[in-house]
């Protein structure tokens, strides 16, 4: 919030530096943000959208900020972005000078490096740093908390994040995308991923990998009180170093009943030993779907290019949004298909524009399934809408590149 860096570096501000603008008869807008490229301006619009009344994004780096804030009120909360800014510690300076001390100061740049981040946290008083690609959901988990006020303390509980993936319709393929959304986390973050089939007579997700399951899974969802520190050994198949299936297979003459307390107590013991654990989410509505999204951080809801997906898409994004769901995408599947209905009508029916879209590929999907191989490997367009999705729901590129030079100047402003 700058109190700190303002303390510091006011004593030594020059004398051509304007004063704060404190005209309390100009309104102060509640979120200014400066942004130079239009991937972080689409998803920083996402995530404020509907979270943030009154929010204004301008072109333009931490540079231009200084200048428009030189004139203009300081707002509540500001987002700068310092990509491509050679001395940005010097220009956090500058930007400290022209704002009242109150701001709430948010950071987006190109650097993934943890002293960056605590040099910007402790030292300069920003509030949060976030580096690119930033999405939709990392603004709603890293920066609404911040404009909201709210403590740093999430009300859920700490831990990897869990993912929902539902269908809107049976059929529309949310297995898939969440088998390989695993498959492709595991893969692009290097981070350790449990993927959780809540369908426990009909599920498929071992049937797509190629394993058997193992039992255990409906005990600990209907007996919390059972399912301990070992539970992840019992019930967990390895599927790759980094990649772990938790499923079941109960007979069809069995009477599944998982309590609410179930799907909480095993949700946690996963989010303590994985990054990321998606969900392959039953049929909304039930008792476990409920306890599921509420868990969850993130919520893909896979639908079809048809009314009837549409409809249900709809329905199913209203009922996450009420029980606090704080980020919501939308997969269209199979888009494209013949008969199905073009994107014109499905964005005039959604209200919104598909976050992300997967073209009709039934034939290699279904000949990936039905020979229990990731339809990662089996098909390019397919593998391109995965990794669109991961980096929806992690952040992380499929390619990360070396910053080298660009980083050294910075560690040698830190030192300058």
């Not at 304007?18 to 309390?24: I, Q």
Request: charged residues 20%; hydrophobic residues 45%.
């Amino acid at each position: 919030m700058l109190e700190t860096a303002t303390d510091v570096v006011l004593s030594e501000a020059p004398a051509s530096h304007a004063p704060p603008v404190r005209d309390s008869s100009r309104a102060r807008l509640p979120v200014l943000a400066f942004v130079v490229d239009d991937q972080t301006e689409t998803a920083l619009r996402g995530g404020l959208l509907d979270a943030v009344e009154d929010f204004e994004i301008k072109r333009g780096t931490i540079r231009h900020a200084i200048k428009h804030l030189a004139r203009q009120p300081t707002p509540r909360t500001l987002i700068v972005d310092i990509s491509g800014v050679e001395n940005p510690i010097y220009e956090l300076d500058n930007l400290a000078h022209v704002c009242m001390p109150d701001v709430v100061v948010l950071v987006i740049g190109e650097y993934n490096d943890l002293g960056l981040y605590r040099h910007l946290i402790r030292e300069v008083g920003v509030a949060e740093y976030v580096h690119k690609p930033l999405t939709r959901d990392r603004v709603a988990r890293l920066f609404l908390p911040q404009i909201a006020g709210i403590a740093s303390e999430s009300t859920v509980p700490r831990g990897g994040g869990a993912i929902a993936v539902s269908g809107a319709r049976g059929g529309v393929g949310a297995t898939t995308v969440a088998v390989n959304l695993a498959l492709q986390l595991s893969a692009v973050t290097r981070g350790h991923v449990a993927l959780l089939d809540l369908h426990l007579q009909q599920g498929t997700t071992a049937l797509m990998l190629g394993v058997n399951p193992v039992g255990g899974l409906r005990i600990a969802l209907e007996q919390p009180e059972r399912a301990d520190a070992l539970f992840l050994d019992r019930v967990c198949v390895d599927i790759n170093d980094r990649l772990r299936l938790v499923a079941a297979q109960e007979s069809f003459d069995a009477t599944p009943s998982p309590t609410p307390e179930g799907i909480r107590c095993v949700l946690d013991l996963l989010r303590r030993r994985f990054n990321y654990v998606i969900i392959d989410m039953p049929a909304p509505g039930t008792l476990a779907a409920m306890q599921a999204l509420r868990a969850a951080r993130h919520l893909l809801v896979v639908m079809s290019p048809d009314v009837a997906n549409i409809r249900d898409t709809d329905r199913l994004r209203n009922w996450a949004t009420g029980l606090g769901n704080p980020q919501i995408s939308i997969v269209l599947n199979r888009a494209g298909m013949p008969g199905g209905l073009k994107l014109p009508m499905i964005e005039q029916g959604l209200g919104c524009k598909p976050t992300i879209q997967i073209p009709d590929l039934g034939r290699q999907l279904g000949r990936a399934a039905n020979l229990g191989r990731p339809a990662l490997g089996e098909c390019a367009a397919f593998g391109r809408a995965m990794a669109s999705l991961a980096l929806e729901v992690s952040g992380t590129a499929v390619d990360r590149t070396s910053h080298g030079g660009g980083w050294s100047r910075l560690r040698r402003a830190f030192r300058g």
